[in-house]
């Protein structure tokens, strides 16, 4: 199975860069050159209630993020580059960073650090917190590989080919660069064994899973409909990928696909999205598994080997004329998580919040209630594997601070 992936991925390489290079060398690019610098600073104020007692540092104001951008062009290749830093999490991290060219006046392709065509794009949400997708790596992920994007008329299609995540940054003070480790921008699959510092998250008799995203192909098509007040876009996504345990030599496989939809009609916009997922992988030992870990800022967390996520978003625009306050998106966004496995409880998310854009400031202000949600509990990283039954709702009260620039 590790040779039949190495040939396929070995052959998609091969006939990308000859497609690539022909495309080269009989065009020329009339586009002018240029290299735009860009960037962000933002800052979280959050009062959380999670249970078990108050205490001072249930409210914090922290640092969320600092990062540079750029995007760049010259003789028609062009480059999108994102950094990012977070004090909060003591690291640091590539989010994105491709190199593009335009094949033709309606194809594209992408080489690097790319965003994968999953479900909505570009986001599947309107809040901070994105939509349930986002924690088990559905929603704004980021993968390294080969993304060609053509567009006819109304339809828009999407195939890519990701021989492993994003580099990761570092992850508890130390270096984690590479595959594994838990710093890194979007959710993905990591090692964890006992031995890493992130190994904390193991049970006394629990045997590791140094397991890896392997050579993943996604495929995303839509379909824009235009009428009256707006537009409606509709679609599905595949995705398909290997998971290679190292301990036992044993490549297992993850599957996705979604229906999705985004509709505007005025200042409404809908988002509405169904997604499912299912894992065969082992642990070190070869033994099949009913979670897997997956990690990105923080710890690693189990997350249910076979669920499906229902998430819905609405939104409302209104434009303001109040000096440097230009506009308040209203909305509310839904997530539930129905795990297949047995005696597996669900999972739920919801954010109710407004955000306001003054000048180059871009401020949401969430209400994000979760029940067995992996960020949103006292006890941080469970919920997604077998979760409580009866489980409260805790609720984070959160403002997002962030100047663009």
């Given at each position: 199975m590790n040779h039949l992936y190495a040939r396929i991925a070995g052959l998609c390489a091969i006939l990308i860069a000859i497609t690539s290079f022909a495309t080269l060398t009989a065009q020329n690019s009339a586009e002018d050159d240029y290299v735009e610098f860009g960037g962000a600073l933002r800052y979280n104020f959050y009062h959380t209630d999670y249970g078990g007692g108050t205490s001072p540092n249930d409210t914090q104001f922290t640092m969320d993020t600092w990062r540079l951008n750029v995007v760049a062009q010259h003789s028609?290749?062009?480059?999108?580059?994102?950094?990012?830093?977070?004090?909060?999490?003591?690291?640091?991290?590539?989010?994105?960073?491709?190199?593009d060219y335009m094949l033709s006046d309606r194809t594209e392709l992408q080489v690097g650090v790319t965003q994968v065509p999953f479900g909505n794009l570009p986001y599947n949400s309107h809040n901070w917190w994105f939509?349930?997708?986002?924690?088990?790596?559905?929603?704004?992920?980021?993968?390294?590989?080969?993304?060609?994007?053509?567009?006819?008329?109304?339809?828009?299609?999407?195939?890519?080919?990701f021989i492993q995540p994003e580099p990761g940054g570092p992850a508890h003070g130390i270096g984690s660069y590479g595959i594994g480790g838990p710093g890194r921008y979007s959710y993905d699959i990591i090692p964890v064994t006992s031995s890493q510092p992130w190994g904390g998250v193991l049970g006394p008799n629990e045997t590791g899973q140094s397991n890896q995203e392997k050579n993943q192909f996604n495929l995303r098509s839509t379909y824009t409909l235009g009428h009256a007040g707006g537009e409606t876009n509709i679609g599905g996504s595949l995705q398909y990928g290997g998971i290679y345990n190292s301990a036992a030599d044993e490549t297992g496989n993850r599957t996705a696909w979604a229906l999705h939809t985004n509709v505007t009609y005025g200042n409404w916009n809908l988002l509405a999205q169904y997604s499912w997922l299912s894992h065969d992988v082992v642990d070190d030992l070869g033994n099949g598994v009913d979670y897997v870990y997956m990690a990105a800022y923080g710890d690693a967390y189990p997350v249910a080997t076979d669920l499906s996520i229902a998430s819905i978003g609405l939104a409302y625009s209104l434009d303001v004329n109040a000096g440097p306050l230009s506009n308040l998106q209203f909305y509310n966004n839904y997530s539930y998580f129905d795990k297949r496995e047995s005696g597996f409880e669900t999972s739920h998310q919801n954010v109710l919040g407004v955000l306001a854009t003054v000048g180059n400031i871009y401020a949401y202000f969430d209400i994000a209630s979760g029940v067995n949600h992996p960020w949103l509990n006292g006890?941080?990283?469970?919920?997604?594997?077998?979760?409580?039954?009866?489980?409260?709702m805790n609720t984070r009260f959160n403002i997002n601070i962030g100047y663009y620039f």
């Open positions: 028609g290749v062009g480059l999108n580059f994102e950094y990012r830093f977070y004090p909060t999490f003591n690291t640091h991290f590539l989010k994105q960073g491709w190199i939509q349930g997708a986002y924690y088990v790596g559905l929603e704004d992920d980021h993968d390294t590989g080969f993304k060609l994007i053509h567009t006819r008329e109304n339809w828009d299609l999407m195939v890519a080919y006890s941080f990283g469970s919920g997604l594997d077998r979760g409580v039954s009866g489980a409260r």
